[in-house]
């Protein structure tokens, strides 16, 4: 099955990238506390993971998906923060050895919308391994190469970042 | 932070650049004071040094993971092509993801970020 281990920590990236994203926005309250409350169902998601209780980390996800958000939230932190809820809803969904229920929060991930970003890389990874899981190998490998794809794409705009940031030859500091 | 106080102690080294010679009288309360700052300096001087030498390119915490993933993610589609019927989709998959890692690898060397070997699986199909 491939990379649990990576899948999980992109999670935590695509996380840390949209809430790190939002900072850097003036926030109404209610987007703050929503994320704010978002943030800290994933941590209690993790503290019940480490003790083994799946059940109850899924229960606090499941708060984030299934509450309501704020009405003025940017779609864009909004499909972020529900989309990775999801991918980590249907990595537990792969560990309870249930792909098709993986299939099922994949597909509503993907529903709140499309982008180039590690989120949607995320969601089609889980995917993919849920299709491994199904023995579909070739559904499986489709959306690895899309999920690399998008890794692609996200590397060459660090990549021309990075160039544009570098003084050019010459320059003084 | 580090970089501006090695600085001003660098600035303060300057105006204590004649070091005491072994025929130089007994110091005076001033030049122990200096001798310690200098001493200060060099051993401020030397962990500067070590800390730039283990530093890391900045970007590399982002174009690191992001080579990774793309390779790992090749490495696991050329395994399951090997697996398909020659001539389907993944073969093609494999085979630019295999492209795609590589590139990645080399732009990341051409950065400076510190490479992680991978191991792309064995195919029969690119």
Known sequence: MIARGPTRWLGVVALLGALAGGCARARHDGDARWIADAERRHALADQQLQAGNVAAAREALLGIVDGRTPADLPAGDRRGVLQDTYFRLAELDLKAGDPRAALTDVQRGLGLGGADDLFVANLLVVRGAAHEAMDDGAAAAADYHAALVINDKLLAETLQESRDARPAPGATP | ?126
């Open chain 2, 1 to 126: 932070m580090k970089r501006l106080a090695i600085a001003l102690l660098l600035v303060g080294a300057c105006a204590v650049a004649e070091r005491p010679g072994p025929t130089t009288p007994a110091a005076t309360a001033d030049e122990q004071e200096l001798a310690r700052a200098y001493d200060d300096l060099r051993r401020a001087d030397g962990e500067f040094r070590t800390v730039q030498a283990q530093a890391t390119p900045p970007d590399c915490a982002r174009i690191a993971p992001l080579r990774d993933n793309i390779c790992a993610l090749a490495a696991r589609i050329c395994q399951l092509a090997d697996r398909q019927p020659p001539g389907t989709p993944a073969a093609d998959h494999c085979t630019d993801g295999k492209a795609r890692c590589q590139a990645a690898v080399e732009a990341s060397e051409a950065r400076g970020c510190p490479t992680k070997k991978v191991l792309l699986a064995p195919s029969h199909s690119g």
